[in-house]
Nanobody, 124 residues
Framework: VQLQACGGGLVQAGDSLRLSCGVS????????MGWFRQAPGKEREVVAA????????YYEDSVKGRFTISRENAGKTLYLHMNSLKPEDTGIYYC??????????????????WGQGTQVTVSS
């Protein structure tokens, strides 16, 4: 199983970006997925996560109301729509997959496969 994240870039505060994460090597059946980010000098943190059906989602407090996680199981793609970006959103964004999909997982240790990361830089 491989994950390929893309969509990052350099934007200004207030702009929007959409990150995508394509999955290859298996179906998305019964998998949970999430987006994590690591800012310079900080530990990796969960940004958003979603269960297999999309019926349950989790958002870190600082992104609630601005970010939306979604998934397209048939197309094997995970998305993160990011609006009203702030400089503190800067970091490397990683998508991740867990083979347990009934509930939402927010700990990195619960995920089995990680993408390579895509850089998001928000200038003030």
């Amino acid at each position: 199983v491989q994950l390929q994240a893309c969509g990052g870039g350099l934007v200004q505060a207030g702009d929007s970006l959409r990150l995508s994460c394509g999955v290859s090597g298996r179906t998305l059946y019964n998998t949970g997925m999430g987006w994590f980010r690591q800012a310079p000098g900080k530990e990796r943190e969960v940004v958003a996560a979603i269960n297999w059906s999309g019926s349950s989602t989790y958002y870190e407090d600082s992104v609630k109301g601005r970010f939306t996680i979604s998934r397209e199981n048939a197309g094997k793609t995970l998305y993160l729509h990011m609006n009203s970006l702030k400089p503190e959103d800067t970091g490397i964004y990683y998508c991740a997959l867990t083979f347990r999909g009934s509930v939402v997982y927010i700990r990195g240790a619960d995920y089995n496969v990680w993408g390579q990361g895509t850089q998001v830089t928000v200038s003030s």
